[in-house]
C-alpha cells in the first residue's frame, strides 16, 4: 500500500472504531456515495421507463422494492434518486458553506463599515426561517434542479458565515497575522495563507451539517410541489402525492424513500457530529 | 376493457357499478326526513363571496346554498333546464325576446321581497359590470342588447341575435340573484358580504376553516330545505380531506377524488359507503404554442398526437387519476359528443398504437425535426390529474423519439406564460359547468377572438364555423358544424388536442341522500333537496 | 447592561427595513399575478381589460416605489393593509391563524423539552453505554425524518388502526381543552420529536460538562445522594445553554410549522404563508414574512438577554 494512504486509513479507521455512531454514518454516505455513483450499473430498470402492466407491484423477485403507479421500479429510482439527493446537497451545501465561508472571514479580516454592513445583510437574511426564504427563492426563480439548488444555498449563506466570521475574529488578532502583514503580503495572500487554513475545521463540519439538512429541505420542497419535477427520480418527490394516496394499498411506495431521506440525513448528523467532536468540540452551530 | 380480478372483487368497483347502472340513486320508497346539519369538505377557500366574479368551486359549495338563480338544472335530469326563481319563459317568435315570468312571494334573507327589478340588477351587473366591477364570465353574453323589468314580476331578455347557448347561460350556477337595493348602494358588496333567497342563511365563516348556514324558515319551496343546516369545513390538501371522509367527520365532498381514494373510503366505511360516479364535464388537453417553429408545421402537431396511445392511458390513468374517458372535443355521453366511428378517424384516437407512431415518426421526419428533438412542456404544479398527465405525455413523446422536459410551474407563473405565450407545449384543461358547444368550443377559435385559447393561431374557418352553429337553435343543425371545427382543429391542424376526460367519483356517507351526482361539480349545489339519514 | 439592551432593540429596526426591502422587491420579480390567478377557475373569459382594471384597483399599476412607500407607511402606523387575495384586512386574516400557530408552537417546545431534559441528562450519566447511544440515535432519528413524512404515518396510522382522524376544526383551548387538545396533541408531538434532538444534544453535553467539575466532585466525595448531585448542582447549571438551545428552537419552530400545518390540515399562519406566496398575495405575504422575522429576531434577543442575565461572565460589546 503507497506510503501515503496508509496514515489516512490509518486514522478513518481510528475515527470509526473510536466513535461507532459517526463511524456508521461515514460508511452510509460511502455507500450512498457509491450508489449515486454507480447508479447505471447498479439499477436494474430505467428509473423514467413506465410500465403499465406492472403497476402497484409488490416487493418481490422481479422488482425487489416494488413499482410505483406508474410500473416504474422503486428501487431503481431510488438508487438514481441518491444521485439528485446528493447532488442538490452537495451543491447547496458547498456554495452556501464557501460563499458564507468567504464572507465570513472578509468580514473578520477587513472590519469597520464594511463589516458593520455585511452583518446587518447577514441578519437580515437569517431572520427568514430556512423554509421560508427557501420558499421566496423558489416563487422568484421557479422550480427545478438549479432552481432548487439555489433556494437552499441562499440561506445556509449567512449562517456560514456567522459561524466563520467568530472563529476568524479570534485569529485576526493573532500574532502571525500582524506579521504576515509587516513582511508586506498582500491581503489576499494573508486571507488564503493564514486563515482560510485555520478556519477548515468550522468549515468542514458545517458542511457536512449542512448537507443534512440540505436534502431535507429538497425533500420539503419538492413535498410542496416547488422542487425537481416528474419524472425525475428524487426521494422527496416520491413521497409527494401517489405515495400517500396509495399508502394502504402499496406502503413501500411511501416507506422507502423515507426512509432513504431519513438514513442519509441521520448519517450526514452523526458523522457531522462525531466530525465536531474530533476537530472542535466547542463549535456552535446554527 | 382490461381490468383486473381484484378490481372486480374490490367493493368499491362493484358499488360504482350499482351507482352506474341505477336510473336514479335513490330508491324512490325513502322519504326524506327534516333535520341534521350536513358537514361536507371543500379543497378550496373562496376568494370573495360574489359568484359572478368567482371561478372556483371552492367558492360554489359552501356559498351557492345561500342564493336562487333565474333558471337551474334539474339535478334528476340533467341537462334538463327548470325554473328556480322563474315560473314561467318563453321566446318571441323571432327568438330575438326571452320573457321570464318570477314567482310570487320569493324573500331576501333581510325580509325584503324579491322582484323581477332584483333579477334585472343582476344580470346588468353580469352582462354590463359598471366600473370597477368584475364579471368573469361577461364574454359569453354577448348576444344580450339589455336587460328591462316592466313590472315586479316579469324580466324582458332582447337579444341582437338568436344564440344557441343563451337560455343555458340563465342557468348558469354562478349567476346568484342579488338585491337591486343593496347593488345600488354599492355595486362590490357581494364580494363580502353573503345576503340571498337560497335555502339556507348565512350563519359563521371562519377564513381559512370552515363555513356555517342555517335553514331558511322562510324559502319559497314548501318542505325545504330538509337539513336544519350545514357547514363546510376547508381542507386544501387531499390526503387530510380524503381522511376526513373516511373518518367520518365529514360526510361528503361534492368535487370528487380519485379511484385510490374512493377504494380507500370504501375499505373503511364498508358498507356505510356508497359510491356515485359519473363522467365528468372536464378535461386535459395539450395545447401547442403555434406561432413557435417547429409547432407552427401541421405536421410536427399531427405526430405529436398522434403518438399518444389514448387507448393505454384510459386503462392505466383510471386507475391512479381521474382521467378516463376517450373524447373529442365533447364530453364521451353528452349530446354532442363525437360518434365513435368518426372518434376513430381523428388521428391519435385510432386503434393500432404501432402504425400511429410510425406514422408519427414519418411525419417528423418530412417535417425536419430530428431524433432526440427536445423541448419544454410546461404544466401546472398540481400531482393529479396535471403532473401525472404530463409524465404520461413525456413518456409517449419518448416512444417517438422526442426528448421532452416536463416542467410544472405554480399557478401564477403558469398562467403567465401560457397567456405570453412563452411555452413550446402546455398541458391545459377545460371544465364547463354544461356540455354547450359554445362554451367548450371557445377553445378553440382563433386566439384574439377567445380569451382562453393559449394555442397562438389564428384561423377564420373555425370562427365562422363557430358563429354559424352558435346562431342555430336546433341541435341538429349544430351536429355537422361542430363536427366540422372539430375535425379540423384537432385533427387536421391539431392545434391542440384533448388527452383524456375525466371521471367523477363522489365516494360518501350512506347517510346522504337526496344528491344525485352529474357531469358538473359546479351545478346543483344548493343543498336544498339533500337530507341526512340517522 | 442598558446601553446594550438599547442597542439591540435599535438594531432590530434596521434588520426589520431590510427584511421589509427585500422581500418586497423579491416578490415582484417573482413572476406570476395574482390577478390572473383569480381568474383561473373555470369559464374564465375575463378579457384583459378585466384584468387590467383589477390590478388597478389592488393598486398594481403604481411605480414600484410608490407602493413601497406607502406600504412602510403603513407599517409605521400599524396598518397592515388588505389581503390582495380576499380584501380583507390582514390583521383580521392574521389573528384567526395566530392563536393556532402559537399554541402549536409553544406545546411542541414543551414536548421538546419533556424528551429533552430526561433524555439528554440520562445521556450524559451513562456516557458511551448502550443507553447512550440509543437516546442518540433516538433523537437524530427526530431531526432525520422529513416531518411530513412522520405526519403522514400518525394520521394513516390513526385511520388504519382507530378509523379515527384528530378533529379538524380549530377550538380555542379556552373554550373547549379536550377538543382542542384532540387536535394539536399529534402535530405537537410530530414537531417537538423533531425539535428535542438539538436540545438533547445540547442538554447531554452541558450535562457532561458541569459532571466533569470540580464541586460536583466534591459533592460526590460528600457522600451526598446522586440524584441530588445530579439534579441540584448539574442540571442547574447546565439551564444556561438548555434555554439557550430551547429559545432559538422556539424560533426554528416557526419555519417547521410550514410543512406540518399543511399535513394535518391545520389552519394556522404556515398554511396561510404558502397560500398567500401561492397567490402571490404580495400585501399578505409581506405582512407575515415582516411578522416572522420580527418573531425570530425578538426571540433571539430574548435568548441573548436571558444567557447575558443568567452568566455574568459574559461579555458584551
Known amino acids: 500500500m503507497p506510503a501515503r494512504i496508509r496514515p489516512w486509513l490509518a486514522s478513518a479507521l481510528d475515527f470509526i472504531s473510536s466513535r461507532p455512531l459517526g463511524g456508521a454514518g461515514a460508511i452510509i454516505i460511502v455507500l450512498m456515495i457509491a450508489a449515486a455513483l454507480l447508479a447505471n450499473f447498479l439499477a436494474p430498470y430505467d428509473p423514467l421507463a413506465n410500465n403499465y402492466g406492472a403497476m402497484f407491484e409488490a416487493p418481490g423477485v422481479h422488482h425487489w422494492l416494488g413499482t410505483d403507479s406508474f410500473g416504474r421500479d422503486v428501487l431503481s429510482r431510488i438508487l438514481y434518486g441518491s444521485r439528485t439527493a446528493l447532488w442538490v446537497g452537495f451543491c447547496s451545501s458547498l456554495f452556501g458553506t464557501s460563499i458564507g465561508a468567504l464572507i465570513g472571514?472578509?468580514?473578520?479580516?477587513?472590519?469597520?463599515?464594511?463589516?458593520?454592513?455585511?452583518?446587518?445583510?447577514?441578519?437580515?437574511?437569517?431572520?427568514?426561517?430556512?423554509?421560508?426564504?427557501?420558499?421566496?427563492?423558489?416563487?422568484?426563480?421557479?422550480?427545478?434542479?438549479?432552481?432548487?439548488?439555489?433556494?437552499?444555498?441562499?440561506?445556509?449563506?449567512?449562517?456560514?458565515?456567522?459561524?466563520?466570521?467568530?472563529?476568524?475574529?479570534?485569529?485576526?488578532?493573532?500574532?502571525?497575522?500582524?506579521?504576515?502583514?509587516?513582511?508586506g503580503s498582500s491581503h489576499w495572500r494573508v486571507i488564503s495563507r493564514h486563515m482560510l487554513?485555520?478556519?477548515?475545521?468550522?468549515?468542514?463540519?458545517?458542511?457536512?451539517?449542512?448537507?443534512?439538512?440540505?436534502?431535507?429541505?429538497?425533500?420539503?420542497?419538492?413535498?410542496?410541489?416547488?422542487?425537481?419535477?416528474?419524472?425525475?427520480?428524487?426521494?422527496?418527490?416520491?413521497?409527494?402525492?401517489?405515495?400517500?394516496?396509495?399508502?394502504?394499498?402499496?406502503?413501500?411506495?411511501?416507506?422507502?424513500?423515507g426512509l432513504a431521506i431519513s438514513l442519509a440525513v441521520f448519517a450526514f448528523n452523526v458523522f457531522g457530529d462525531s466530525l465536531r467532536d474530533a476537530l472542535d468540540p466547542k463549535l456552535r452551530l446554527p | 376493457?382490461?381490468?383486473?380480478?381484484?378490481?372486480?372483487?374490490?367493493?368499491?368497483?362493484?358499488?360504482?357499478?350499482?351507482?352506474?347502472?341505477?336510473?336514479?340513486?335513490?330508491?324512490?320508497?325513502?322519504?326524506?326526513?327534516?333535520?341534521?346539519?350536513?358537514?361536507?369538505?371543500?379543497?378550496?377557500?373562496?376568494?370573495?363571496?360574489?359568484?359572478?366574479?368567482?371561478?372556483?368551486?371552492?367558492?360554489?359549495?359552501?356559498?351557492?346554498?345561500?342564493?336562487?338563480?333565474?333558471?337551474?338544472?334539474?339535478?334528476?335530469?340533467?341537462?334538463?333546464?327548470?325554473?328556480?326563481?322563474?315560473?314561467?319563459?318563453?321566446?318571441?317568435?323571432?327568438?330575438?325576446?326571452?320573457?321570464?315570468?318570477?314567482?310570487?312571494?320569493?324573500?331576501?334573507?333581510?325580509?325584503?321581497?324579491?322582484?323581477?327589478?332584483?333579477?334585472?340588477?343582476?344580470?346588468?351587473?353580469i352582462i354590463f359590470p359598471p366600473e370597477g366591477v368584475a364579471s368573469a364570465r361577461k364574454a359569453l353574453y354577448s348576444m344580450v342588447d339589455k336587460v328591462e323589468a316592466p313590472d315586479d314580476l316579469t324580466v324582458v331578455f332582447k337579444l341582437k341575435h338568436i344564440a344557441a347557448s343563451f337560455l343555458a347561460n340563465l342557468a348558469s350556477p354562478w349567476n346568484f340573484i342579488y338585491s337591486a337595493e343593496r347593488l345600488k348602494k354599492d355595486p362590490r358588496w357581494y364580494e363580502k358580504n353573503v345576503m340571498g333567497s337560497g335555502p339556507f342563511i348565512f350563519v359563521e365563516h371562519v377564513a381559512g376553516s370552515h363555513w356555517v348556514g342555517k335553514k331558511n324558515p322562510a324559502y319559497f319551496m314548501p318542505g325545504r330545505p330538509y337539513l336544519d343546516g350545514f357547514r363546510a369545513i376547508f381542507i386544501r390538501d387531499t390526503a387530510p380531506r380524503v381522511a376526513a371522509v373516511r373518518s367520518g367527520q365529514a360526510v361528503v365532498e361534492f368535487r370528487g377524488f380519485n379511484p385510490a381514494a374512493r377504494d380507500d373510503i370504501v375499505k373503511t366505511l364498508g358498507n356505510k359507503a356508497v359510491v356515485q360516479e359519473s363522467p365528468w364535464a372536464c378535461n386535459i388537453l395539450v395545447t401547442l404554442n403555434n406561432e413557435k417553429k417547429p409547432f407552427s408545421d401541421?405536421?410536427?402537431?399531427?405526430?405529436?398526437?398522434?403518438?399518444?396511445?389514448?387507448?393505454?392511458?384510459?386503462?392505466?390513468?383510471?386507475?391512479?387519476?381521474?382521467?378516463?374517458?376517450?373524447?373529442?372535443?365533447?364530453?364521451?355521453?353528452?349530446?354532442?359528443?363525437?360518434?365513435?366511428?368518426?372518434?376513430?378517424?381523428?388521428?391519435?384516437?385510432?386503434?393500432?398504437?404501432?402504425a400511429a407512431r410510425n406514422e408519427a415518426k414519418r411525419l417528423l421526419k418530412e417535417a425536419g425535426v430530428?431524433?432526440?428533438?427536445?423541448?419544454?412542456?410546461?404544466?401546472?404544479?398540481?400531482?393529479?390529474?396535471?403532473?401525472?398527465?404530463?409524465?404520461?405525455?413525456?413518456?409517449?413523446?419518448?416512444?417517438?423519439g422526442l426528448n421532452v422536459t416536463h416542467t410544472p410551474?405554480?399557478?401564477?407563473?403558469?398562467?403567465?406564460?401560457?397567456?405570453?405565450?412563452?411555452?413550446?407545449?402546455?398541458?391545459?384543461?377545460?371544465?364547463?359547468?354544461?356540455?354547450?358547444?359554445?362554451?367548450?368550443?371557445?377553445?378553440?377559435?382563433?386566439?384574439?377572438?377567445?380569451?382562453?385559447?393559449?394555442?397562438?393561431?389564428?384561423?377564420?374557418?373555425?370562427?365562422?364555423?363557430?358563429?354559424?352553429?352558435?346562431?342555430?337553435?336546433?341541435?341538429?343543425?349544430?351536429?355537422?358544424?361542430?363536427?366540422?371545427?372539430?375535425?379540423?382543429?384537432?385533427?387536421?391542424?391539431?392545434?391542440?388536442?384533448?388527452?383524456?376526460?375525466?371521471?367523477?367519483?363522489?365516494?360518501?356517507?350512506?347517510?346522504?341522500?337526496?344528491?344525485?351526482?352529474?357531469?358538473?361539480?359546479?351545478?346543483?349545489?344548493?343543498?336544498?333537496?339533500?337530507?341526512?339519514?340517522? | 447592561m442598558r446601553q446594550y439592551v438599547l442597542k439591540r432593540l435599535l438594531l432590530m429596526i434596521p434588520t426589520l427595513f431590510g427584511v421589509a426591502l427585500l422581500v418586497f422587491f423579491l416578490l415582484r420579480v417573482a413572476p406570476g399575478d395574482i390577478v390572473e390567478l383569480k381568474y383561473a377557475g373555470s369559464g374564465t373569459f375575463a378579457p384583459k381589460e378585466a384584468l387590467d382594471r383589477e390590478r388597478k384597483q389592488l393598486g398594481l399599476d403604481k411605480p414600484l416605489a410608490y407602493q413601497f412607500v406607502s406600504w412602510i407607511a403603513g407599517i409605521a402606523r400599524f396598518d397592515f393593509g388588505d389581503s390582495m387575495w380576499t380584501g380583507r384586512p390582514i390583521i383580521e386574516e392574521i389573528k384567526i391563524r395566530l392563536e393556532l400557530s402559537l399554541q402549536l408552537a409553544v406545546m411542541a417546545t414543551v414536548v421538546a423539552m419533556l424528551l429533552a431534559v430526561p433524555l439528554g441528562t440520562l445521556a450524559a450519566l451513562k456516557q458511551d453505554t448502550w443507553v447512550?447511544?440509543?437516546?442518540?440515535?433516538?433523537?437524530?432519528?427526530?431531526?432525520?425524518?422529513?416531518?411530513?413524512?412522520?405526519?403522514?404515518?400518525?394520521?394513516?396510522?390513526?385511520?388504519?388502526?382507530?378509523?379515527?382522524?384528530?378533529?379538524?376544526?380549530?377550538?380555542?383551548?379556552?373554550?373547549?381543552?379536550?377538543?382542542n387538545l384532540a387536535q394539536l396533541i399529534w402535530p405537537a408531538l410530530a414537531v417537538g420529536y423533531r425539535y428535542s434532538a438539538m436540545a438533547t444534544r445540547m442538554t447531554r453535553s452541558a450535562v457532561l460538562e458541569v459532571l466533569r467539575?470540580?464541586?460536583?466532585?466534591?459533592?460526590?466525595?460528600?457522600?451526598?445522594?446522586?440524584?441530588?448531585?445530579?439534579?441540584?448542582?448539574?442540571?442547574?447549571?447546565?439551564?444556561?445553554?438548555?434555554?439557550?438551545?430551547?429559545?432559538?428552537?422556539?424560533?426554528?419552530?416557526?419555519?417547521?410549522?410550514?410543512?406540518?400545518?399543511?399535513?394535518?390540515?391545520?389552519?394556522?399562519?404556515?398554511?396561510?404563508?404558502?397560500?398567500?406566496?401561492?397567490?402571490?398575495?404580495?400585501?399578505?405575504?409581506?405582512?407575515?414574512?415582516?411578522?416572522?422575522?420580527f418573531a425570530f429576531i425578538f426571540m433571539n434577543f430574548m435568548v441573548d438577554l436571558l444567557y447575558a442575565w443568567l452568566d455574568p461572565r459574559i461579555h458584551y460589546q
Not at chain 1, 219 to 241: D, I, K, N, Q, Y
Not at chain 2, 66 to 95: C, M
Not at chain 2, 307 to 333: C, H, T, W
Not at chain 3, 261 to 274: H, P, T
Open chain 2, 370 to 400: 430530428p431524433e432526440g428533438f427536445s423541448f419544454v412542456l410546461k404544466n401546472r404544479n398540481v400531482k393529479e390529474p396535471y403532473e401525472v398527465s404530463g409524465v404520461y405525455l413525456v413518456d409517449q413523446w419518448r416512444k417517438i
Open chain 2, 1 to 125: 376493457m382490461v381490468i383486473s380480478i381484484k378490481a372486480i372483487m374490490s367493493r368499491g368497483f362493484i358499488l360504482s357499478l350499482l351507482a352506474i347502472g341505477a336510473p336514479a340513486v335513490l330508491p324512490a320508497a325513502e322519504a326524506p326526513r327534516p333535520g341534521g346539519e350536513l358537514v361536507f369538505a371543500v379543497g378550496e377557500i373562496p376568494p370573495s363571496f360574489d359568484g359572478h366574479r368567482e371561478t372556483t368551486f371552492g367558492m360554489l359549495h359552501p356559498i351557492a346554498p345561500h342564493y336562487s338563480t333565474l333558471l337551474r338544472f334539474d339535478p334528476q335530469n340533467y341537462p334538463k333546464i327548470v325554473g328556480d326563481v322563474a315560473e314561467t319563459w318563453s321566446f318571441s317568435r323571432d327568438g330575438l325576446t326571452l320573457t321570464v315570468k318570477i314567482r310570487k312571494g320569493i324573500k331576501f334573507h333581510d325580509g325584503t321581497p324579491l322582484t323581477a327589478h332584483d333579477v334585472k340588477a343582476t344580470y346588468d351587473k
Open chain 3, 132 to 179: 447512550d447511544y440509543a437516546v442518540r440515535i433516538f433523537s437524530i432519528a427526530g431531526l432525520a425524518m422529513p416531518s411530513f413524512w412522520l405526519g403522514i404515518v400518525i394520521i394513516l396510522g390513526f385511520l388504519i388502526v382507530f378509523k379515527w382522524m384528530p378533529p379538524l376544526t380549530f377550538t380555542s383551548f379556552w373554550t373547549d381543552p379536550r377538543a
Open chain 2, 298 to 354: 401541421a405536421r410536427v402537431r399531427r405526430a405529436l398526437t398522434l403518438a399518444i396511445d389514448r387507448n393505454e392511458a384510459s386503462k392505466a390513468l383510471a386507475q391512479i387519476s381521474v382521467m378516463k374517458y376517450i373524447g373529442g372535443v365533447f364530453r364521451p355521453g353528452s349530446e354532442f359528443a363525437t360518434p365513435p366511428a368518426e372518434l376513430i378517424k381523428l388521428p391519435g384516437f385510432g386503434k393500432d398504437i404501432n
Open chain 1, 105 to 183: 472571514v472578509s468580514c473578520a479580516y477587513f472590519g469597520g463599515k464594511a463589516d458593520l454592513f455585511m452583518q446587518r445583510l447577514m441578519d437580515i437574511l437569517l431572520s427568514f426561517p430556512l423554509i421560508v426564504l427557501a420558499l421566496v427563492v423558489v416563487a422568484v426563480s421557479g422550480s427545478g434542479l438549479w432552481n432548487v439548488i439555489l433556494a437552499i444555498t441562499i440561506p445556509m449563506i449567512p449562517r456560514a458565515a456567522l459561524v466563520v466570521r467568530s472563529s476568524a475574529l479570534a485569529l485576526r488578532q493573532m500574532l502571525f497575522v500582524e506579521a504576515a502583514l509587516t513582511l
Open chain 2, 409 to 534: 410551474l405554480e399557478g401564477g407563473p403558469y398562467f403567465n406564460d401560457l397567456r405570453q405565450g412563452n411555452f413550446d407545449a402546455g398541458v391545459d384543461f377545460d371544465c364547463e359547468f354544461m356540455d354547450e358547444p359554445d362554451l367548450y368550443l371557445l377553445k378553440y377559435l382563433s386566439s384574439e377572438a377567445s380569451p382562453v385559447n393559449y394555442a397562438r393561431y389564428k384561423d377564420a374557418t373555425l370562427d365562422e364555423l363557430y358563429e354559424r352553429q352558435s346562431r342555430m337553435l336546433d341541435v341538429k343543425d349544430r351536429l355537422p358544424l361542430i363536427r366540422q371545427m372539430e375535425r379540423r382543429a384537432i385533427g387536421e391542424q391539431a392545434y391542440q388536442f384533448p388527452l383524456l376526460w375525466w371521471q367523477r367519483i363522489v365516494p360518501h356517507s350512506s347517510r346522504l341522500k337526496g344528491w344525485k351526482i352529474g357531469p358538473s361539480h359546479y351545478v346543483n349545489q344548493d343543498l336544498r333537496d339533500v337530507w341526512l339519514a340517522p
Open chain 1, 197 to 257: 487554513p485555520n478556519v477548515m475545521a468550522p468549515y468542514l463540519i458545517m458542511l457536512t451539517a449542512f448537507l443534512g439538512q440540505a436534502i431535507l429541505l429538497e425533500a420539503s420542497l419538492s413535498f410542496l410541489g416547488l422542487g425537481v419535477a416528474e419524472p425525475t427520480a428524487a426521494w422527496g418527490l416520491m413521497l409527494r402525492g401517489a405515495a400517500v394516496e396509495f399508502a394502504e394499498r402499496a406502503p413501500w411506495m411511501a416507506l422507502f424513500p
Open chain 3, 213 to 293: 467539575e470540580d464541586y460536583v466532585r466534591t459533592a460526590r466525595a460528600k457522600g451526598l445522594w446522586e440524584r441530588a448531585v445530579v439534579l441540584k448542582h448539574a442540571l442547574s447549571n447546565a439551564l444556561l445553554p438548555i434555554v439557550t438551545v430551547i429559545g432559538l428552537e422556539f424560533a426554528f419552530l416557526i419555519g417547521g410549522l410550514v410543512v406540518t400545518e399543511q399535513v394535518f390540515n391545520l389552519n394556522g399562519i404556515g398554511m396561510l404563508f404558502v397560500e398567500s406566496i401561492t397567490h402571490r398575495d404580495y400585501t399578505m405575504t409581506q405582512a407575515l414574512v415582516l411578522l416572522v422575522s
